[in-house]
């Protein structure tokens, strides 16, 4: 809610600084921290990425952080208590980092499955896409530290992410794409990142959506702070209501900013609103006021900040509402804190089929066969700006191997290698050629070669090496045994006058030119130069890697390995089939790589990487009850899906992964999750795949009818419906009750009864849409308006109270610049998933005809 004395002692503030000092406000002063200004008693804050985990204000391995299930495995707990407590966890990380501002939630949308950050996005649907941010915002919030809403607004593929213009139509932006970040206002959330690209011709950055609705109709009190690099002028971005500039300092602001108020091109009103609302942030995070201001500071709230989300749904009866206490999750409680994440890997874990496969039965174990590369390299988190170096993990193979413990023999196969390029080197592999340690020397080198420091690092990939005057070459040595013969193949990163030596030998010499402009590509994954060279096992060898600092070329620098493949892929196979028959029970873990899955690029296909879906059809083929595990971050195609014993997904679960599926697998914790997202077959039965633009322009041709909505308009059945996931018992649907008429301007209750009919106390998600039969609007077929979790002992009947808001009956009028509700007959639908809702009642709206929203209030529903 507006802080009237609040906004007075600002404006107070604000009158002291000169049109200079004020502009030197609105842009970075360094990479991840703003500027201070002790005239006012405003400290610099710090930002960092944020959506599975707080990484800092540097890239350093040595620097750790707790890392989270990725967001798509947030969006399939469907457990707003579960996300508010994770993003409690962030702000507990935040604090102990220094860290003020959390850049995260990501809530853009699962557009098409081939977006390339599809993992760090929640869901297909912006209804279940805003009630999951709301909950990380208001645990981030609660905590004293900042949250951001990004990337605003339609910014759901990667294909030339800096310039595309997506073209969408006004109703599909109102009621699909804006409609996430809206609910993310009304939660309170204090920063919203414009996004790189452009939205019907206007670059986000200097776009009118930053005044309306953003800032005019929904009341957002916070600061629009860029994409990093993304603000690429000075006028436009400073009149549409953009207010920090990132990263800094140098920008298009700062001294040009400061010519244009003169020149009467930015009216000077427009800096004091940008100025008030940093100061307003800071005094939220603790960073204004000290000695200065009365009560308490850094207490963060403002908009909406006590507000709830809209349309939660609660349990009736004995069995209560689902979930659990809140933990704290502080860092003065590690134990805590992976208990948390243990719990949400858990819970996002979804279970696609199951014919009586899971859970595996300890008791009769004597021997598990645990197949797949992914079952020693679980991908914890999707690659790109939002990485962080995890505290610790466990492999699903070793937190197998400790859940049986000893009585149980666990043999693992890799099967065929996956042909991944080149990976960082890491402790395992390297030793540091100075000291002996595992791990790497790195050394900054002047002109000359003279040494101006060294230090000894944990990984080859050394992204912001430090600086120091004089500073002229990055150099990472190493020193590696092989262990086995074989073509090894190495590879140095990064842009300029780079070489790689082995020994006496040059495996890489050149100069490479920086192409791009992405910031992803330049700081976090620049590309990769290789060279080959036949080594023999147990004879050691140093290798170099160098590269000469140039301006505007960045710094990352990387050295990584690539060991000969360990067997050809008809053996490799032939061996994960012995381990197969000769087991009791059988685990095949899958998934994608960094290459097929990860910010920076859209994926080219569904398909896994590699000869993983010949491996999984060979294992079926000869053990039709092994449990297939799914290891990636959005859809893949499973060719063999309808064959497997078991289907389960992990999503990227964070570093507790691997202990997590040990509880899924073993029955001790049931799988939570129900999917975010519908997947396909085959890519081809998708019906909305397009991600690169045309001559620039990425058309949203599908209005309304994305994931769930476009397979229903489509009239084709994916393989697993939005929503679905099985647990470890069985539901009936028995009845629903809902009032048959409706004014359309309060909150209607659907109760919903539900009975566990299996062996074993449950949790369902118990999921009520809405659709209106011959409506006078393009509507979807239905849409998703409110969900309730239950739990059930044996036999015990519930019921879920679901609240529908009154924007469940909503649609946006491009004409009337507004919300209108249309009177008639609809339907509300209750079941397990988009595509299997046996309940069913009608309900009819009364009232004029297009009533506009004027009572309604701003719904996440």
């Not at 869901?123 to 896409?129: F, K, R, S, V, Y």
């Not at 300092?249 to 609103?273: N, T």
């Not at 990064?494 to 791009?516: A, C, I, N, Y």
């Not at 896994?608 to 009850?625: F, S």
């Amino acid at each position: 809610m507006p802080d009237p004395e609040l906004d007075a002692r600002l404006d107070l503030l604000l009158g002291t600084l000169s049109l200079d000092r004020k502009v030197a406000l609105l842009s970075g002063a360094s990479t991840w921290s703003t500027a201070d200004e002790p005239a006012v008693g405003l400290r610099a804050f710090t930002l960092s990425d944020g959506p599975v985990g707080v990484r800092g204000d540097s890239w350093d391995e040595r620097s750790t952080s707790l890392l989270l299930p990725c967001p798509t495995a947030v969006g399939a707990m469907w457990n707003d208590d579960l996300a508010g407590r994770l993003g409690r966890l962030l702000a507990s990380e935040a604090r102990r980092k220094g860290v003020h501002v959390v850049l995260a939630p990501n809530l853009n949308l699962h557009r098409s499955p081939l977006g390339g950050r599809h993992f760090e996005c929640f869901a297909e649907d912006p209804w279940l896409t805003g009630r999951t941010g709301a909950a990380v915002i208001r645990g981030v919030q609660s905590g004293g530290v900042a949250a951001t809403a990004k990337h605003y607004v339609a910014n759901d593929s990667e294909s030339e992410r800096l310039t595309v213009d997506v073209h969408v139509g006004e109703r599909a932006l109102h009621e699909v794409y804006l409609a996430p970040f809206e609910a993310a206002v009304e939660a309170g959330v204090q920063l919203v990142m414009a996004a790189y690209n452009k939205v019907n011709g206007a670059t986000m950055t200097a776009h009118p959506l930053l005044g309306d609705p953003l800032k005019s109709v929904w009341g957002f009190d916070g600061v629009v702070v860029s994409d990093w690099g993304a603000l690429r002028s000075t006028v436009g971005p400073a009149v549409a209501g953009h207010d920090l500039a990132m990263p800094g300092p140098d920008g298009p602001w700062g001294a040009a900013l400061v010519r244009a108020v003169k020149e009467g091109l930015v009216p000077e009103s427009a800096i004091d609103d940008k100025v008030r609302r940093v100061l307003r942030l800071g005094y939220r995070v603790g960073a204004l006021g000290v000695g200065s201001w009365d009560g308490d500071v850094g207490v963060v709230g403002g908009s909406g900040g006590a507000a709830t989300a809209t349309g939660m749904g609660a349990a009736e009866g004995s069995a209560g509402a689902a979930g659990t206490a809140p933990v704290e999750c502080g860092e003065a409680e590690p134990g805590g804190a992976r208990a948390t994440l243990r719990q949400a890997a858990a819970a996002g874990m979804v279970l696609l089929r199951n014919s009586g496969v899971l859970p595996l039965s300890s008791g009769a174990l004597r021997t598990l066969a645990v197949i797949g590369a992914h079952a020693v390299d679980l991908r914890t988190q999707g690659g790109g700006s939002a990485e962080v170096f995890p505290t610790a993990t466990v492999s699903p193979l070793d937190a197998l191997r400790a859940a049986l413990g000893p009585g149980v023999r666990v043999v693992h196969a890799p099967g065929p290698a996956l042909g991944s390029p080149p990976a960082p080197l890491t402790p395992a592999r390297a030793r540091d050629p100075r000291s002996g340690e595992p791990g790497v020397l790195v050394r900054l080198l002047d002109a000359s070669g003279r040494e101006l420091y060294a230090e000894h690092r944990l990984s080859g990939r050394i992204l912001e090496p430090r600086l120091v005057p004089g500073g002229h070459t990055v150099e990472i040595a190493a020193r590696l045994t092989p262990d086995r013969d074989g073509e090894w193949t190495f590879g140095v990163a990064g842009f300029g006058r780079m070489s790689l030596r082995l020994d006496e030998r040059t495996l890489v010499e050149g100069e490479f030119t920086r192409d791009t402009d992405d910031p992803a590509v330049v700081h976090v994954h620049p590309p990769r130069h290789d060279g080959t060279i036949t080594l023999g096992a147990g004879r050691a060898v140093t290798v170099v890697a160098r590269r000469a600092l140039a301006p505007d070329t960045g710094r990352a620098t990387v050295l990584s390995v690539s060991p000969p493949a360990p067997a050809d892929p008809a053996t490799a196979t032939e061996e994960a089939l012995a381990a197969a028959r000769g087991a009791d029970a059988v685990v095949v873990v899958v998934g994608t790589t960094e290459q097929s899955e990860s910010e920076g690029h859209d994926r080219e296909s569904l398909r896994l990487p590699g000869h993983q879906d010949t491996l999984v059809q060979a294992v079926l083929a000869e053990r039709p009850d092994a449990v297939v595990v799914v290891n990636a971050g959005g859809p893949v195609e499973m060719p063999w899906h309808e064959d497997a014993g078991a289907l389960l997904l992990t999503w990227f679960p964070g570093q507790e992964g691997g202990p997590a599926l040990a509880d899924v697998l073993l029955g001790r914790t049931e799988p939570g999750g129900r999917s975010p997202t519908t997947w396909a077959a085959t890519l081809a039965d998708a019906p909305v795949r397009t991600v690169r633009p045309t001559r620039g322009v990425l058309a949203y041709d599908e209005g309304l009818h994305i994931g769930y909505r476009a397979w229903l308009r489509s009239r084709t059945r994916p393989a697993y419906w939005f929503g679905h996931g099985l647990g470890y018992t069985s539901w009936s649907y028995e009845t629903i009750d809902v009032a048959g008429q409706i004014t359309g301007d309060q909150p209607v209750a659907v109760r919903v009864r539900v009975r566990n009919i299996g062996r074993r106390t449950g949790r369902e998600v118990v999921q009520v849409y809405a659709a209106r039969p011959d409506s006078a609007v393009d509507r979807p077929a239905r849409w998703l308006a409110g969900y309730a979790e239950v739990t059930a002992a044996p036999g015990e009947a519930v019921t879920a109270v679901v609240p529908l808001a009154p924007r469940t009956w909503q649609h946006w009028s491009p004409a009337e610049r507004t919300r209108l509700t249309e009177p008639g007959t609809f339907e509300v639908r209750a079941g397990r998933s988009a595509g299997d809702l046996p309940l069913v009642r009608r309900v009819t709206l009364v009232g004029h005809p297009f009533l506009p929203e004027a009572t309604t209030g701003r719904g996440t529903g």
